[in-house]
C-alpha cells in the first residue's frame, strides 16, 4: 500500500503530464474538429460525387410576364417552355430573378423538379466544384495529420523562453517527433493524412484549370 507522500507524488507526476501536454491536446482537438466540418461542407457541396455529374433540370425558356421587388431579388411571373423531350409549358411560372425584367423579355434557365427555377442546372457537379472539394479535403487532412501529432505528442508551440511562463509547462517540436518516432502508429498516420493532403491540394488547381 502506498503512502500518503508517495501517493501524493504519483498525482503530482500525473498533474506535471497534463500541464505540460494540455495545450497541445486541445489545439490537436480543435484541429481535428475544423478538419471534419471541413470535410462534411466539401461532400455536401458536390453531392458526395467524385466524379462530374448531370443536373437534375429540365432546361427552357422563361417569358416574364411581370416583376415585383421581394427583398434583394424580384419575384417574376410568366410562362416557361422546355426545350426538350415532350415541351412541356407552365404558364404559372414563378422566377425569383436577381433584376428586374420587362415584360415579354426571355431568359434561359432550368426548372428543377421542385417546380423551382435558376440560371443553373440545379443538381449538377462540374470538374470546377470537385477541383474546389478537392483542395478542401487537402486541407482537411492536413489539419488532421497536424492534429494526430499534437494530440499524440502534446507539442505546444512556444518560444522556449516562455516555457516557465505559466503553471502550463511545455513540449518542444524535438521532443515531439522523437515521441512519434517511436510509435509507428502515429509517425505513419501524421505522414500518411499529410501526404495525403498535399496531393489533393496539388491536385485541386489542376482539375480546376483544365475545367
Not at 474546389?132 to 499524440?152: P, W
Request: one cysteine or more; a neutral charge.
Amino acid at each position: 500500500m502506498a503512502t500518503d507522500s508517495e501517493a501524493w507524488q504519483r498525482h503530482r507526476d500525473r498533474r506535471s503530464f497534463v500541464y505540460r501536454r494540455g495545450t497541445g491536446w486541445i489545439i490537436g482537438a480543435v484541429f481535428v474538429v475544423f478538419a471534419i466540418k471541413i470535410l462534411i461542407s466539401a461532400g455536401s457541396w458536390v453531392g458526395w460525387h467524385v466524379t462530374p455529374q448531370d443536373g437534375d433540370g429540365a432546361p427552357g425558356m422563361f417569358k416574364f410576364s411581370a416583376c415585383a421587388p421581394a427583398g434583394d431579388d424580384y419575384r417574376c411571373t410568366g410562362a416557361f417552355r422546355e426545350d426538350g423531350g415532350d415541351q412541356r409549358t407552365f404558364d404559372d411560372a414563378v422566377f425569383m430573378a436577381h433584376s428586374d425584367q420587362f415584360k415579354g423579355s426571355l431568359a434561359s434557365v432550368y426548372r428543377a423538379p421542385d417546380g423551382g427555377y435558376s440560371y443553373e442546372n440545379p443538381g449538377e457537379v462540374t470538374t470546377g466544384m470537385l477541383g474546389g472539394a478537392s483542395m478542401a479535403v487537402g486541407a482537411a487532412a492536413l489539419m488532421v495529420g497536424a492534429g494526430i501529432f499534437f494530440l499524440a505528442t502534446g507539442y505546444t508551440p512556444r518560444p522556449p523562453r516562455l516555457g516557465g511562463w505559466s503553471r502550463w509547462g511545455r513540449v518542444s517540436f524535438g521532443e515531439a517527433w522523437q515521441i512519434v518516432r517511436s510509435r509507428a502508429l502515429f509517425l505513419w498516420s501524421t505522414v500518411g493524412f499529410c501526404a495525403l493532403g498535399l496531393v489533393l491540394l496539388v491536385t485541386g488547381p489542376l482539375v480546376v484549370s483544365l475545367a
